[in-house]
């Protein structure tokens, strides 16, 4: 493979780049903050791995006990340029120091405007857009809903199944998974219509358009197509599962919105920012979607979101409608150029590939040795396995549940998804070491040998 990215100039943070563990995991110092945190924080905030974090970069997070451990997920696909990433770094030192906020709605600043420009550029499609900046990904999906009921003045939106979109209380209603979203959380928001999506490993031989032509029906015969405002869509699912959907599931399902006046709204806050190869994974199908919501990937760990969108959509809202406090906040904002220059200038797009070039292969010859791996799914540097029980279909979570803690135990830090709870997924920084890279799938496999011997 041929790109410009050159990873031996990636940020490490001054941290040696290896898994080295001094302490069982979680180490003495760990437990110690895992206890307090019982007695402080709530509950209802779970923890997957409870190592403190001291420090991070390249491809280690190194733990209060001294532990370093290898990140294969960059804190849920936010980390992508790197955990202190010193472009990042740079720039909200600048900002903190010379204004922490004002407020944009009060009285504005040039960064918000840059990188309201700088996605403007970036997403697909050479339209004019506009852009409005938020704090979370739910926050943008949220706005993205109420821009398209402005702009369409119909009220219906359809999501899929194993669609993820966040937590809050008209998010939770777009999210397909009950148990931890949803659970007891009721009553959620109304006009939501869920669809099928496109899953290959589980559609039993239908393909992309197929799945779209059963999902079209049912938007036509159930909720007519010219009421509804929005299609939100994931290019690639993220808490659903890293489900890739079939090729021309996504084209038709976005042609379909165009055909009939519904804003076609990408979700890519998991699978945007280089995240898969591409700036966007709208663009692996040369979708051109009405509108994009970001956030996790958009500013190297600082809290910001965005909606980028077609201009007559994005300007059909009154003025003073949208926005928030803390919307685009100057600090995030001086962190998202930081991040987006670096994207651009390191070739970050090459890095995730790279990175799929060393796991597609080895996860293949895994799964012949494996037969509970079912199925091999993503692009770049967002890759999973799902696991079955061999000769089955059938979901395997509690294998997913004993790998991630083999894996955890021996200083990787991996993470799980999946409407069925089974799928084990990889979301490693750009900025992973290659050798690194290949010492956690050593890991994993240590780890099916040992959950299956
Ligand atoms: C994480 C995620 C969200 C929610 O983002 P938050 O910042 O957690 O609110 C929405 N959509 C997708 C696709 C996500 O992966």
């Not at 402080?40 to 779970?46: D, L, R």
């Not at 980390?79 to 009285?107: E, I, S």
């Not at 599931?249 to 006046?261: E, K, L």
């Not at 549940?401 to 894996?407: E, G, K, Q, V, Y």
């Amino acid at each position: 493979m041929t790109t410009t990215a050159d990873r031996s100039t990636t940020p490490t943070n001054g941290l040696p780049q290896e898994r080295r563990l001094v302490t069982s995991i979680p180490g003495p110092k760990s437990q110690a903050l895992q206890a307090r945190k019982t007695e402080a924080v709530s509950a209802g905030i779970g923890v997957m791995l409870p190592v403190y974090v001291v420090k991070a970069g390249g491809g280690v997070l190194v733990d209060v006990d001294g532990n370093s451990l290898i990140d294969m997920g960059s804190g849920i696909a936010v980390t992508t340029v790197g955990n202190a990433n010193p472009d990042v770094v740079a720039g909200v030192q600048q900002q903190v120091a010379d204004f922490t906020h004002t407020c944009f709605m009060v009285t504005p600043y040039s960064g918000y405007v840059e990188v309201c420009e700088a996605l403007n550029r970036l997403t697909p499609g050479d339209h004019t857009k506009r852009s409005a900046l938020f704090n979370s990904g739910a926050e943008a999906v949220e706005n993205a809903v109420k821009i398209a009921r402005a702009y369409t003045k119909r009220q219906a939106v359809v999501v899929v199944e194993h669609g993820y979109h966040g937590r809050t209380n008209l998010t939770m209603a777009l999210t397909a998974k009950n148990m931890p979203y949803k659970q007891s959380f009721g009553p959620f928001a109304p006009e939501v219509y869920r669809v099928p999506t496109s899953y290959p490993y589980r559609d039993r031989g239908l393909k992309g358009p197929e799945m779209a032509q059963i999902a079209i029906t049912r938007i036509e015969k159930e909720i007519g197509a010219a009421n509804v405002a929005a299609i939100i869509i994931e290019p690639i699912q993220g808490e659903g599962g890293f489900i890739v959907p079939g090729d021309g599931y996504f084209s038709a399902m976005a042609d379909f919105a165009t055909a009939n006046g519904i804003v076609f709204v990408a979700d890519e806050i998991q699978s945007g920012f280089c995240r898969t190869g591409d700036w966007f994974a709208s663009e692996y199908e040369g979708v051109v979607p009405d509108m994009i919501t970001t956030a996790k990937g958009i500013a190297g760990g600082l809290p910001l979101a965005a909606v980028t969108g077609r201009a007559e959509i994005m300007d059909s809202v009154h003025a003073g409608g949208l926005g928030g406090t803390y919307g685009g906040n100057p600090v995030a904002c001086a962190a998202a150029l930081g991040s987006i220059r670096w994207m651009e200038e390191q070739d970050a797009n090459g890095l995730a590939k790279a990175i799929e070039a060393v796991m597609l292969p080895r996860l293949t010859s895994m799964a012949e040795r494996f037969p509970a791996i079912g199925d091999i799914r993503g692009r770049g540097a967002m890759i999973a396995i799902e696991l079955v029980v061999p000769g089955t279909m059938d979901p395997d979570a509690g294998l997913a549940a004993t790998l991630n803690t083999f894996c955890h135990a021996n200083g990787v830090v991996t993470l799980t998804t999946g409407t069925y709870g089974n799928v084990f997924r990889f979301l490693p920084p750009l900025t992973m070491p290659i050798p690194l890279l290949e010492e956690a799938l050593g890991i994993l496999e240590q780890a099916f040998e040992a959950a299956t011997s």
